[in-house]
Every structure is written in C-alpha cells, then in structure tokens.
C-alpha cells in the first residue's frame, strides 16, 4: 500500500491514477469527505479523511503502509512543519521508502515555497528514513488555467514579461516518472531527481505554439503586478500566497526558470512530453 498525501489536489489526482492504473493498491488521504468518491473512481483503494496538520491524523494514515508520496498542499505557509510532521510519523511506523513531491531549485529562497520545500527536504536527508525526491518544473498544466482566454479573447495572459523563459514539464510525465520509482523502489532510494524538460520557452514563443495548434492568432499579454494581485484578492486567495506568488513571479521575470530533461528522460525511457505535444493533446484530444 502506498500513501499519497494532498491527494484530491491536481498533482495528487495524477499521481493516484497512474500508481493505480499500473497496480499499485493506493491510500488517497483527503481533507474532505466529499473528495472520497473521486479519489475511489481514480483507483484509490482506501480514501482516509484527515488534516495534514494533525499528527494524529497523519499517524493514522502513515499506518501499514509500505511508501509514502507526499504531497504538500500548494504554497502552504507551514509546509516545514507538515513535512516533519509526516517524516517523524514514517519514521516511527518504519515505513520503507518516503519519496518527497518538492520543486525544480528549491534551493531559491528568493520564493518561499521552494525554500520551505529545502528545508523538508533536509530534515529527510537526516530522518534514517529511505528516501526519494522529486523536483519537478513547473508544469504544463497550468497554462489552463486561462484555458477560456486563450480559446475565447485569443490571449494569454501572465504576470511577467513576454520574454520570460520557463521550461515546463507535462504533470503526466511526472506521474509516470513517479510510478517508475515505484516500480524498483530499492534502485532509486537515495536519490534526488529534476523532473524537467529541454524547453526553454518565452511567453511568446508559449503564445506561438498555442496559435498554431489552435489555428487562431494567440497574443501574449503582460498583467501589471497590481492588476494580478487585485484580482487574486478579489478571487479570495490568502494573503501568504498571495505575497509567494508575487515574489516568484518577480523571480521569473528576472531569472526565468528552466531545468533538464536528462533524468525524466531515463526515467520515463523515453522523452519527455513537449509543450507543443502537450497543447496539440489538450485541444485536440479532449
Ligand atoms: N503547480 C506546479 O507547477 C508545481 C510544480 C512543481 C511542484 N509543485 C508542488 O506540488 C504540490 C501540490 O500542488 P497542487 O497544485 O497539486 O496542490 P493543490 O491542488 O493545492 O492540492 C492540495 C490538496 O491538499 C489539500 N489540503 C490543503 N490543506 C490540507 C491539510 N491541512 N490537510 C490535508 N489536506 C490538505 C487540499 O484540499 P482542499 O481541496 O480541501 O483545499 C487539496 O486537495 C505543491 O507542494 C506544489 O508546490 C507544483
């Protein structure tokens, strides 16, 4: 059995799909109990209820398993201490393998949420607990989020420059990247691995590859940082995120952010989706 935290959550969903999909009996812990039923319908053999910030809940949930996949809820302010919390919990239940969904570079701490996830990651480097990381870039996933934009206005709108480089990774990969540790667990203990690809895309080069799969002119438009952080208020999202997105989106204008497809290559025995892949299957595919 192998428990997958921050289950009901975008990466936690796929990953539960593909673990199932490929055999493996799954524990999906959700915050919510109307979450159950789509966690059962992804696979997921048991679906406990419980709050990551509740040791007892976390206890109970690390219990009989084999392996752990922990997800962290996304730019969570206490993302050290769940870490630790579940860390403890699995090294005290002698679970046999722990691997860490964290970030691309979270040695940055320039952006909260990476460094926080530095900090998990050394406390399992020093825990006794057998351990896997995986670093993924940010994924291609999240372009859809201004699916309607993009498909209706014809634009695609981000909170940086248009020359800003990203290198995403398709969530898919990642999930099955993950389901191959699983499969030979003992070969990937001690390991930390960057989930990336070989792209390094502009936003307008993003816009581009949209235009031509959607066969409809897609412009790139640059959001002010005060126009994007009143309407993420104005949309209820916290203040702590809020503050962490705004400091990585600062980031990612100065820097950009990219990796290397390398090791997802290896990993997945193939290379990795492409974004242009990525976009012709959600559009036409679906
Ligand atoms: N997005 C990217 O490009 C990217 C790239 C690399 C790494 N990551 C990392 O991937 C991780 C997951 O991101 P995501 O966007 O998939 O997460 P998400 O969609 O925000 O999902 C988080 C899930 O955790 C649940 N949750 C929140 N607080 C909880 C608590 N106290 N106890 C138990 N469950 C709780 C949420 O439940 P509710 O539904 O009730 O809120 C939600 O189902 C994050 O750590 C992020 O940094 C993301």
Redesign the pocket.
């Known amino acids: 059995m192998i428990l997958v935290?921050?289950?009901?959550?975008?990466?936690?969903k796929a990953i539960v799909r593909q673990l199932a999909a490929e055999g493996h009996a799954v524990r999906a812990?959700?915050?919510?109990a109307e979450?159950q039923a789509e966690l059962r319908q992804l696979g997921a053999t048991e679906t406990p209820v419980?709050?990551?910030?509740h040791a007892a809940d976390v206890s109970a949930a690390v219990h009989g398993v084999r392996a752990v996949y922990h997800?962290?809820?996304?730019?969570?302010p206490r993302?050290f201490s769940?870490g630790k919390t579940i860390i403890d919990a699995a090294a005290q239940a002698g679970v046999g393998h722990f691997v860490y969904?964290?970030?691309?570079h979270p040695q940055v701490a320039e952006m909260p949420?990476h460094w926080e996830?530095m900090r998990v990651e050394g406390y399992l480097f020093q825990s006794g607990v057998p351990f896997t990381i995986v670093q993924?870039?940010?994924?291609m996933q999240?372009v859809l989020a201004h699916r309607q934009r993009i498909s209706v206005d014809g634009v695609y709108p981000v909170p940086y420059s248009a020359g800003t480089r990203l290198g995403m990774v398709d969530l898919a990969d990642v999930a099955a990247a993950v389901a191959a540790i699983f499969s030979a667990p003992e070969s990937h203990v001690g390991g930390t691995y960057e989930l990336a690809t070989d792209e390094r895309l502009s936003q307008t080069e993003v816009a581009a590859v949209l235009s031509e799969s959607l066969g409809r002119t897609v412009r790139v438009e640059q959001q002010s940082l005060l126009a994007w952080e009143a309407q993420a208020r104005a949309a209820g999202l916290g203040e702590y995120q809020i503050e962490t997105l705004l400091k990585m989106f600062r980031y990612y204008d100065r820097f950009g952010f990219w990796g290397n497809g390398r090791v997802l290559t290896w990993l997945l025995g193939k290379p990795p989706t492409t974004f242009t892949e990525f976009v012709y299957n959600y559009f036409h595919m679906n």
Do not use: F, W
């Open positions: 935290t921050g289950a009901a959550g975008k990466t936690g812990m959700v915050r919510r979450q419980g709050d990551l910030e997800i962290c809820p996304n730019m969570h993302e769940i969904h964290s970030v691309l949420h996830k993924p870039a940010a994924y999240n």
